[in-house]
């Protein structure tokens, strides 16, 4: 291998270390984000929390579906994080309350590994896992379609197959993502803003069957 192309592989190998890093520093501070929705979810009124869900899911519903809405994703994807935040307060504690914390801590340590090891799976184990990409997206569609008709349907079995399905979601677009990575097609703020809503969308979905099912 000559000077030149050793060169030129080791400035990838930097480039692609650094997109890496940023990544994950991304993925941190959707995380902060979200944490500071959450503390001020505590003093967010009752009644604004089913239209505040509804706004959320329409919103990333026309992101999803019209390009132009997707030119402001930076944007939308910090309202999105802290109005996530701010819905989900209630959530952790009353899974907290009702679970006890040591059932509520061990399914989280459930959900990040179950995310780490389908993050190692689309990584070192999947070549190529692009021709996944249609069906997970058709599969979200229907999935915020469904979950926006059951903030008005109150039937226990409709919202267990709702959640199921958006587990198996997350955890196959954890392992999508991580294998975009891979193939190096991604831009880092985008890549960790969707592996914080899948690491999050894992653990409610975990939290929420163990409630259910406790």
């Given at each position: 291998?000559?000077?030149?192309?050793?060169?030129?592989?080791?400035?990838?190998?930097?480039?692609?270390?650094?997109?890496?890093?940023?990544?994950?520093?991304?993925?941190?501070?959707?995380?902060?984000?979200?944490?500071?929705?959450?503390?001020?979810?505590?003093?967010?009124?009752?009644?604004?929390?089913?239209?505040?869900?509804?706004?959320?899911?329409?919103?990333?519903?026309?992101?999803?579906?019209?390009?132009?809405?997707?030119?402001?994703?930076?944007?939308?994807?910090?309202?999105?994080?802290?109005?996530?935040?701010?819905?989900?307060?209630?959530?952790?504690?009353?899974?907290?309350?009702?679970?006890?914390?040591?059932?509520?801590?061990?399914?989280?340590?459930?959900?990040i590994g179950a995310f780490?090891?389908?993050?190692?799976?689309?990584?070192?184990?999947?070549?190529?896992?692009?021709?996944?990409?249609?069906?997970?997206?058709?599969?979200?569609?229907?999935?915020?379609?469904?979950?926006?008709?059951?903030?008005?349907?109150?039937?226990?079995?409709?919202?267990?197959?709702?959640?199921?399905?958006?587990?198996?979601?997350?955890?196959?677009?954890?392992?999508?993502?991580?294998?975009?990575?891979?193939?190096?097609?991604?831009?880092?703020?985008?890549?960790?803003?969707?592996?914080?809503?899948?690491?999050?969308?894992?653990?409610?979905?975990?939290?929420?069957?163990?409630?259910?099912?406790?």
């Open positions: 291998m000559s000077q030149t192309t050793q060169h030129t592989s080791k400035t990838k190998d930097k480039q692609r270390s650094h997109a890496y890093a940023k990544v994950w520093l991304f993925f941190m501070y959707y995380w902060i984000i979200f944490g500071i929705g959450c503390y001020f979810g505590q003093y967010l009124p009752m009644e604004w929390r089913r239209p505040l869900s509804l706004a959320l899911m329409v919103l990333v519903l026309i992101t999803l579906v019209f390009q132009r809405a997707r030119k402001y994703g930076i944007v939308i994807s910090h309202i999105y994080a802290v109005i996530l935040g701010l819905l989900s307060y209630a959530m952790f504690t009353s899974y907290l309350q009702n679970l006890g914390p040591d059932v509520f801590y061990k399914n989280i340590i459930l959900a780490i090891a389908f993050g190692i799976v689309g990584f070192f184990l999947i070549n190529d896992a692009s021709s996944m990409g249609r069906y997970l997206f058709v599969t979200l569609l229907a999935l915020i379609i469904a979950s926006i008709i059951g903030i008005f349907i109150h039937n226990p079995i409709f919202h267990t197959v709702i959640t199921v399905v958006s587990l198996l979601l997350f955890l196959l677009y954890t392992l999508y993502d991580f294998n975009r990575m891979k193939r190096g097609q991604f831009s880092p703020r985008e890549m960790g803003f969707n592996l914080f809503i899948n690491l999050l969308n894992i653990i409610k979905d975990i939290l929420r069957l163990a409630n259910r099912f406790r």
